[in-house]
């Protein structure tokens, strides 16, 4: 129930998948046609080749992380969120193409393409951060009254940034 790995694609047609309680780690694309339950667990992209998807059928990740050196991932749908963290530690990802939601820290170690979308935050909590060492995005704000964050590395935007509510922000 703690971890589930496949090298390959991992397609859902139709009917619920419940992610393990850890770690779902995916070889390759990720495709949700059904229902897609995050269960409190990290979604982690780990393909070392590039052209793989992300099509997440309107259900969201809880932490999406791509570690795959060499790997690269785009979404296919124009929105896309994570209620926790989104990483890129390894590889490259082309955000979505009109907005991408993080309820928690937004990490990037290595490459993501902002393709124009807005990054909204929303946490919850205080104590995330925002971390980029040298990707920019194209707009970004912070949207929750209980939210808090702290820019701890470049974070720099070709478009807006804006903090609309938040309990903390440095």
Do not use: C, H
């Not at 971890?3 to 859902?12: D, Q, R, W």
């Not at 590889?91 to 393409?113: E, M, Q, R």
């Amino acid at each position: 129930d703690g971890l589930a790995t496949t090298s390959n694609n991992l397609t859902i047609t139709n009917g619920t998948f419940r992610a393990p309680t850890s770690t779902l780690a995916i070889g390759g694309s990720f495709s949700n046609a059904g229902s897609f339950t995050a269960n409190d667990s990290t979604v982690r992209m780990y393909s070392t080749t590039g052209g793989k998807t992300i099509q997440a059928g309107g259900s969201n990740f809880y932490t999406l992380s791509f570690t795959g050196v060499g790997g690269g991932w785009s979404f296919t749908e124009a929105n896309a969120t994570t209620s926790r963290d989104f990483v890129v530690a390894t590889g490259t990802v082309s955000l979505p193409s009109t907005s991408l939601g993080v309820g928690g820290n937004f990490t990037a170690s290595s490459t993501f393409y902002s393709n124009n979308a807005l990054v909204r935050f929303s946490a919850t909590t205080t104590g995330f951060t925002v971390s980029v060492a040298t990707s920019s995005f194209a707009n970004i704000i912070f949207d929750s009254a209980a939210g808090g964050w702290t820019v701890i590395s470049n974070a720099t935007t070709t478009g807006f940034a804006t903090i609309s509510r938040a309990a903390s922000f440095t």
